[in-house]
């Protein structure tokens, strides 16, 4: 990661409330004018746009468009698509640039605007850096003749299915799965279907019915209660939710237990092992359940942690060279298939791998036994160390002294809010609790203390 702050890019793309600086017309005009200076070669370049559901996509959309075209760069518009379909088709279509204007699994009055190189990767922090530098730059309009044009795509949903569908074998059908799905009102509401109808599978629906507000509004993968209903109440196979722009995915057995991203990783992974298809361990985060570790460990799979965020989990990947990472909150990345986060693409390797083991979900994932987890969030003023406060680290340190190797201690700053994030792992939920709020304890205490000296 760059030392050098970045004034507006964050963990993932540019991101805010609608109508609140930086996500106005006005500065994502600008932003695609610096992005085309940057990214796109100048004169003659070409941009991909795709967006999720938000209504505020059409506003951010056309000043993304103009703001390329002033800087020379052409835009091929493909209206709502999933993310991970921006990262594919950036490199089907040999375009410069991909854009996805999205703000993920946050509610309808946020948007964001996120970058794929023309490998279909995130940006490194230092493209995001240059084009912070080319936005304070000044004027970028290129002359009227080299004017960008602007196109639409309308087969894009039909490419990105069939891209999908060639990620699942040949030779093994979905027909005869009872399966639900949850689109959260997003941008998978009219592919995902597709895919895993045309695959075999009986598909029930929920939340495919966007209306620019709705999206993630109690559906999706941060509300997995209401795919857990669907799942019990049709009796089915399985249930597989998405977040609003299509790059997490959970799912759900046939019990109603849900199976968050460490469980859907084991899934994959074992399944690749026993294959001699795994190519290398398994990258998570810091935040991987410690359960997860342990369980790969056991099956002779190596484990590797990164930073919080999916583009530091791409990174760790290529720098081991592995090809199976993500994160608990859904991310998974299969690299022999994609170069980011891609939920339907992982939904149908997790399916795979039971087909082809003739198990369910809950028999993959009987070996993993998740330990309890404790999250606390701390609100602290500026200029209150808790990572560096002698008595905190004294206190972490005897805490994972007590745990021993069957527990864990993590305390990391929250990259957008004045938060310290308190999370305690161990195999006793009630000790957990304990010591995640003896942590929390010493860290108000030393932050009271020093507003007051």
């Known amino acids: 990661m760059s030392d050098i702050k970045r004034k507006y890019f964050g963990t993932d793309g540019v991101r805010g409330r609608v109508g609140t600086y930086p996500i106005t017309p006005d500065f994502v005009l600008r932003l695609g004018m610096a992005?085309?200076?940057?990214?796109?070669?100048?004169?003659?370049?070409?941009?991909?746009?795709?967006?999720?559901?938000?209504?505020?996509?059409?506003?951010?959309?056309?000043?993304?468009?103009?703001?390329?075209?002033?800087?020379?760069?052409?835009?091929?518009?493909?209206?709502?698509?999933?993310?991970?379909?921006?990262?594919?088709?950036?490199?089907a279509f040999r375009a410069d640039l991909g854009v996805v204007i999205s703000a993920s699994h946050n509610p309808y009055y946020d948007n964001g605007i996120k970058f794929f190189s023309a490998e279909g990767t995130k940006l490194p922090d230092e493209i995001e850096l240059a084009i912070e530098h080319a936005l304070d730059e000044g004027k970028m309009l290129t002359d009227p003749a080299a004017l960008g044009r602007a196109y639409r795509q309308d087969?894009?949903?039909?490419?990105?299915?069939?891209?999908?569908?060639?990620?699942?074998?040949?030779?093994?059908?979905l027909e005869g799965l009872r399966i639900v799905l949850d689109c959260a009102n997003g941008a998978t509401y009219h592919v995902a279907p597709l895919v895993f109808k045309e695959l075999g599978a009986e598909v029930i629906t929920i939340g495919t019915e966007p209306n620019g507000i709705n999206i993630n509004d109690g559906v999706g993968s941060t509300h997995p209660e209401a795919l857990i209903a669907k799942v019990l109440s049709e009796k089915a196979d399985v249930g597989i939710a998405f977040d609003g722009d299509g790059d997490r995915v959970m799912m759900v057995d046939s019990q109603g237990n849900l199976l968050d991203g460490d469980a859907l990783l084991y899934i994959i992974a074992t399944d690749r092992k026993s294959l001699g298809k795994l190519h290398g361990g398994v990258v998570g985060t810091l935040m991987s359940n410690l359960g997860l570790e342990l369980a790969l460990k056991e099956q002779g799979i190596e484990f590797m942690r990164s930073a919080v965020g999916d583009r530091y989990v791409m990174e760790m990947l290529l720098q081991k060279e592995w090809h199976l990472g993500g994160e608990n909150s859904g991310h998974i990345i299969c690299l022999d298939y994609v170069t980011t986060g891609d939920g339907i693409v992982s939904a149908l390797q997790v399916l795979k791998a039971a087909l082809r083991q003739g198990k369910t979900l809950a028999?993959?994932?009987?070996?993993?036994?998740?330990?309890?987890?404790?999250?606390?969030?701390?609100?602290?003023?500026?200029?209150?160390?808790?990572?560096?406060?002698?008595?905190?680290?004294?206190e972490v340190q005897a805490v994972e002294h007590e745990l021993g190797a069957r527990g864990r201690v993590l305390l990391r700053k929250s990259g957008t809010e004045p938060l310290i994030r308190v999370m305690v792992e161990g195999e006793v939920r009630t000790t957990v609790h304990h010591y995640a709020q003896r942590i929390a304890d010493v860290i108000r205490r030393q932050a009271e203390s020093e507003e007051q000296g």
């Open 35 to 91: 992005a085309g200076k940057v990214l796109a070669r100048g004169q003659g370049g070409r941009v991909i746009i795709g967006k999720d559901t938000r209504l505020s996509g059409y506003m951010l959309e056309a000043a993304l468009e103009s703001g390329f075209s002033a800087a020379g760069v052409s835009t091929v518009l493909l209206g709502p698509m999933p993310t991970p379909a921006i990262s594919y088709l950036t490199r």
């Open 155 to 173: 087969d894009a949903p039909g490419r990105y299915v069939e891209f999908c569908k060639s990620t699942f074998s040949g030779h093994l059908s």
């Open 363 to 394: 028999q993959l994932t009987a070996p993993l036994q998740m330990l309890p987890q404790e999250l606390i969030n701390i609100r602290l003023t500026a200029g209150f160390d808790a990572l560096s406060d002698p008595k905190v680290k004294a």
